[in-house]
């Protein structure tokens, strides 16, 4: 038998007042004893109104435990003993514990059963509830996702069902065949362009016009051409199909997918509204600016990687480590540029002419890159970019660690979610099942009821309601969490 410290409660001994306020529980075969006077401390919690309901009838009893003994006196709850020792250090400490191993979500459903406020839970264990719930959170949505992707309502109409067909074709790659194939199709056409943009500022390839000037080739005009129609199809396809066009709109990605194919139309407008206009050195100018803001098309790739999506998402969290770099560099090219201009001035042949001048030595020094454009020619010059350079290289190594960190705990992360999100899959298939197979009980007599019991029985009391609390175990008159 597992007991608390005598001790904790010795002040309740040695009288017979004191022993019937002693209670004996069963938590899942382990029995602890425990004083009314310490349980009252607490007069809300299910151990409290036990001790204070012990003369009431067996149906008040039982409404509060599984089973009673009478003859020892001895309240049996089919719980996790490893979340209740946790839970009744409340009655003694005033705080608890979370133990390490003890999932954080069930462990708040067993507080719930014991009707313990989830205030009295330590802050560093709500920090790592807060994440467990997030957790759930993300799961309940890609598991949404996917019943949205398997399911199909019969009562929407015709046009509904073809925009969400078009949608899953050109959103969700995973969805079908048909759908990996234009993904497929649509990351060449990104690559070819790429290559098209490069090849097309190579004189070599390039040809005059009638007036003398080099342009591109016509050729790679026409499979530059090409590649825009495809990017204009699939982004007006996909903002067709969008269930949320404003959202759709205002989208990072989506943004970098517009300004990949603004370009072209604006210079082919340009070039349609005539030669006089053309003619305009301004205009001339912000044609070749459109046509550079092409480079965009390159990010598009990051909608077929999720490796970039992995990178995109650890630069996120490291604006810290990553501003702090910043700042570190900057203090040291203002330092180390000033005392450079400072050693070199007296040089006959200095090259460093000004501070802000001598900026771009201490950038070139302290990132590693060294042109040899500008460099030091008196000796405490030269110590001082020695110094300049290894402090920029271990300005430059502090943060890769938290980077990397990052890195690895979103890709871990989102494989758990992807595996967690098909097994909540498995077991609603499951939960179905068992519902088929208890309504098909119900119809037979006694050996149907007992295999419904022995179904009821082995049903987990901390089953956790990621999409509906609809599969939640009867007996436990507790507030539904919701966490989608």
Known sequence: MWTLPRTRFAHCNGSSSSDEKEIAVNIGGVRLVLCGDILNRYPDSRLAELVNCSTRSFDVISSLCDDYDPGKREFYFDRDPDSF??????????????????CPICFIKEMEFWKIDLSYLDECCKSNLTEKEEELAEIADKVKL???????????????????????????????LSAR???????????????VMCLGTIPDLQVEDSEGNRVEHPTLDAIETACIGWFTIEYVLRFASSPNKVRFALSFMNMIDFLAILPFYVVLVLTYLGTAMMELVNVQQAVQALRIMRIARIFKLARHSSGLQTLTYALKRSFKELGLLLMYMGVGIFVFSALGYTMEQS???????????????????????????????TTLGRCNAAISFLCGVIAIALPI?????????????????????????????????????????????????AWEGALRASRSDSFIPLLSGAHRTEREPVKKRSLT
């Open 146 to 176: 996917i019943l949205d992707d398997l399911e199909s309502d019969p009562d929407v109409s015709r046009n509904e069902r073809w925009q969400k067909f078009v949608w899953k074709l050109m959103e969700k790659p995973e969805s079908s």
């Open 181 to 195: 194939v234009i993904a497929v199709v649509s990351f060449l056409f990104i690559l070819v362009s790429s290559v």
């Open 347 to 377: 040089h006959p042949e200095t090259l460093f002419r000004s501070i802000p001048q001598s900026f771009w030595w201490a950038i070139i020094t302290m990132t590693t890159v060294g042109y040899g454009d500008i460099y030091p020619k």
């Open 85 to 102: 020792k946790c839970i009744v250090e409340v009655y003694y400490f005033g705080e608890i514990h979370m133990k390490r191993g003890i």
């Open 401 to 449: 660690h938290p980077i990397i960190n990052n890195f690895v705990i979103y890709y871990n992360k989102q494989k758990v979610l992807e595996t967690a999100a098909k097994h909540e899959l498995e077991l609603m298939e499951l939960r179905e099942l068992e519902l088929e197979v208890r309504s098909a009980s119900r119809r037979s007599d006694a050996p149907g009821n």
